[in-house]
Structures are given as structure tokens and as C-alpha cells.
């Protein structure tokens, strides 16, 4: 896949180009009047086709973004992590050794990631450096868990651990669930330590196997933000997790995983009507998912668009996560002819929709889009030509 820039076409400003290490480098020298040891990164994502099915134990098709978490670091000699956010403008510490919840969000993530690494036995050292990202805040994009590979990368390179994606994947998971509190799936943590450059990536999430899944040529990704954020997302994805387990016992499954579409018509009329919609949406999600596989090993564009067109369908009117604002950046980006298909991506009720297009009209396509979507609701979108990248590596040592 052609990486083109990312475009923000408000009032035909553009968004700023990807960061790289050298920004990390210079933020670090400016910072402690030295270059780093170590530069470390972690992408954020976009999932393609396959929501709310993590952690139903199904499958996911997400791509690591050109969008990510950097940290740039140098070894302490005592065992506190010291660490300047540029973002936030913040410095903040922690101690390995007494490692307590706090009230400044960002750094919650860090000490989540520590103690995760911990509590599995990983011998961990202090450290000190710089944070910055470009992983769009509460978009749907992942930022956290980026923030979580990205520490997890750091951990490990001060320590000189052993850096296995899969694993490190599940330990960012673990400390979500049980330390920040959100009882995410999977996902997220394993594409941004398991990405693959001009791939997107089909995750068993019940094995953690992983299969890249190239990109047609021709082919773009655009990431459109409704610059609209998910507010009391938390609360809903855990009620809807619970409706998915409830489902899941009602059909003596151990998830919804297990139930296909010939069983679920045969009882789902005993089921509780809402639970049955949520049910619905995640074993016709897991078959779109794999057809849209096909779809891209084949090339067929429009297959894969419709795909995507029915995952948003299913998602605004059974699992009810869509909002106003990505129904109408959906829609917008469907009704242009450059669009192979779009839906609404990540947890929902704000934040990102994503789109298969033709690469070639990929500046018409954001224009048009960002343009219409302002049209209808007032909000100034920022819309991403992204590249698929690699997971979670040391990028300078």
C-alpha cells in the first residue's frame, strides 16, 4: 500500500506528518542536554473489519498505523522511573519498588505496564526520558495501548529483556484489565506489537496466531477522525462485554465465538431481545471478517468494501455504539466514489471511522469527505492517508 501523507482538509489545513525519531531525539537532548540511549516506539491502530470480537475470543483485522507512542530513554542507576511528557507538558515519577495508584492519567499507563512486567517475574531497572505521541487522544485509534508497547519496549530495552510481541501483547492487556480498569480484548496490544509494514494483520483471538494479509495495490486507508471523543465509552463497553457473556452461557458456549449464525436463528427467540442483537452483531462480524480475508488476498475492492458497509450497519443498529457524528462520516465517505466501503472503527460513540479507497483520488476522496461531513454537522474533521507500519521495536540504541 502507497503510504501517502496524512491530509486534515479543514479549511484546507493539513495535519503535521508523522513523527519520527528525530523528534524523540531532539525532545530528549533538549531535555537532558544529551542524546538518548535508547529510542523506542509503539504504533497506534485501525481496525479494517472486526469490532467488539476480541474479546468475544473471535477474529480481528486491524493494521498498525504511522501514528505512534515514542519514548526516548536512558538508564537510572536507582529503580525510579522518571519521564517528561512533551504532549502534556508534564514531568512525573514512579518508584519500582513502591508502585501505587495516582491521579495523573497519562502516567497510570506506565506504572499499569511496570507492575504487569513485574508481577510475571521480569527483573526491571530505573529509567529517565521523554514521552511523545501523535496516536490522536480518544479516537479509536489506541493510544493507550500504544502507551503500553511502548513502555513495555522501554522496560524491556533498559533491562535487557528479551522482547516477545505476543507476550508483551498479553501483559499491556493485563495491565488495562486490572490496573487502569478497562476490560479491553486483545487487540490492540497485539497489533501494536505484531505489525507488519503494508499488511494488515488477521488475529485469532482465542490462539493469539497471527496472519498478515497484504494490501491490493492501489489501495489506501483513510482514517477519518469526527474530531468528536467517546465520553462514557468505558462504562458502555463493559455492559456490552457482560451482554456478550450472558449470550455466550445462554448457548452453553464458552464464547460467542463458538455460536454460528444456523444456531443462534434456532433459539435466539428465548433470548432477551437485546442481548440477541449483540449477539448477532458478533457472529456476523466474525464471518465478515474472514470473508473480507478473501476479499484482500483476492482483490476484490468492492467485496470488501460492502464488508464494511454491512460491519457499520451491524454496529449502529445492534451493538448501538455508532453516534450521529460517525454515522454521518460514514456515510459520507460511502457516498464518494473514490470509497470502497466505511464504517465506524474502535469502541465507538465518537472518535474514528476508516475507509478503503483508491489511492489514486485519496486527495479528492479527503476533501470531498471533510468537506460534507462539516456540511452536516458542524465539526472539523481530520482525516489520515495512513500506512500500514511495523509493531513495537527499538528504532535508536
Request: aromatic share 6%; proline share 4%; glycine share 8%.
Amino acid at each position: 500500500m502507497d503510504a501517502v501523507a496524512a491530509i486534515a482538509l479543514a479549511k484546507g489545513g493539513q495535519t503535521p506528518m508523522p513523527l519520527d525519531k528525530s523528534h524523540a531525539v531532539a525532545a530528549f537532548t533538549e531535555h537532558f542536554g544529551e542524546p538518548p540511549r535508547w529510542v523506542v516506539r509503539a504504533p497506534g491502530r485501525v481496525n479494517l473489519i472486526g469490532e467488539h470480537t476480541d474479546y468475544n475470543g473471535g477474529f480481528v483485522l486491524p493494521l498498525a498505523i504511522d501514528r505512534a507512542v515514542w519514548i526516548a530513554l536512558r538508564p537510572r542507576e536507582d529503580r525510579s522511573v522518571v519521564v517528561h511528557s512533551i504532549d502534556f507538558d508534564t514531568l512525573a515519577e514512579f518508584n519500582l519498588d513502591h508502585l501505587a495508584k495516582g491521579d495523573i492519567q497519562w502516567l497510570e499507563y506506565l506504572k499499569a505496564t511496570a507492575w504487569s512486567l513485574q508481577e510475571s517475574g521480569y527483573p526491571l531497572i530505573g529509567w529517565e526520558g521523554v514521552l511523545l505521541g501523535d496516536v490522536p487522544l480518544g479516537a479509536g485509534l489506541s493510544s493507550s495501548a500504544a502507551l503500553e508497547m511502548a513502555t513495555a519496549r522501554a522496560m524491556a530495552a533498559a533491562a535487557g529483556l528479551a522482547w516477545e510481541p505476543a507476550v508483551m501483547a498479553l501483559l499491556g492487556q493485563r495491565a488495562e484489565n486490572q490496573w487502569v480498569g478497562v476490560q479491553c480484548g486483545i487487540m490492540d496490544q497485539l497489533i501494536s506489537a505484531t505489525g507488519k509494514a503494508g499488511h494488515a494483520m488477521l488475529i485469532d483471538c482465542r490462539s493469539l496466531e497471527t496472519t498478515p494479509v497484504p494490501f491490493p495495490p492501489g489501495v489506501a486507508v483513510a482514517v477519518l477522525d469526527t474530531a468528536t471523543r467517546r465520553g462514557l465509552v468505558d462504562s458502555a463497553y463493559n455492559e456490552r462485554r457482560a451482554q456478550c457473556e450472558s449470550a455466550a452461557q445462554f448457548f452453553h458456549a464458552e464464547t460467542l465465538r463458538d455460536v454460528d449464525l444456523d444456531l443462534f436463528q434456532r433459539l435466539a427467540k428465548d433470548l432477551d431481545e437485546t442481548i440477541g442483537r449483540r449477539a448477532l452483531h458478533v457472529i456476523t462480524e466474525n464471518d465478515r471478517t474472514l470473508q473480507a480475508v478473501e476479499a484482500m488476498r483476492r482483490g476484490e475492492l468492492e467485496a470488501l468494501g460492502s464488508l464494511l458497509n454491512k460491519s457499520h450497519a451491524s454496529l449502529r443498529d445492534d451493538y448501538e455504539v455508532s453516534s450521529d457524528a460517525l454515522d454521518a462520516m460514514a456515510e459520507a465517505a460511502q457516498a464518494h466514489p473514490a470509497c470502497y466501503g466505511a464504517r465506524m472503527t474502535g469502541a465507538g460513540f465518537g472518535g474514528c471511522a476508516v475507509a478503503v479507497i483508491d489511492a489514486a483520488r485519496a486527495d479528492d476522496f479527503a476533501q470531498s469527505v471533510a468537506v460534507a461531513y462539516q456540511e452536516r454537522t458542524g465539526h472539523i474533521a481530520a482525516i489520515y492517508i495512513c500506512q500500514a507500519t511495523n509493531g513495537a521495536d527499538v528504532v535508536e540504541s
